[in-house]
């Protein structure tokens, strides 16, 4: 119990800067820019700076990974059927 990592709650609500949403993300913050501009993320514009709530943050990060996922697993048919890989899955694996 003395290694447990702390916890910080906040709203959903939250609308952190782009350099902190990217950070969130692992993500340059230029990168961010350009999901926001290509509508891959809603954001608002508060003056001249953009701002995501951290809903969307979280929405957006949990499609990416289940996009991935999806990738990963179709690649890993293909090359499993193609003979290049012999790839066994767990159950319950992610």
């Not at 608002?44 to 991935?68: F, P, S």
Request: hydrophobic share 40%; proline share 5%.
């Amino acid at each position: 119990m003395v290694n447990v990592n702390g916890v910080t709650i906040v709203p959903l609500a939250t609308r952190p800067t782009t350099q902190e949403a990217a950070d969130f993300l692992g993500i340059s913050r230029p990168t961010l820019v350009k999901l926001l501009e290509s509508g891959a993320m809603p954001f608002e514009t508060v003056g001249r700076h953009r701002r995501v709530t951290l809903d969307d943050l979280l929405n957006y990060q949990e499609k990416e990974q289940a996009r991935r996922r999806t990738v990963l697993a179709q690649a890993a048919r293909n090359n499993q059927e193609s003979g290049v890989l012999t790839l066994t899955i767990m159950p319950g694996a992610k």
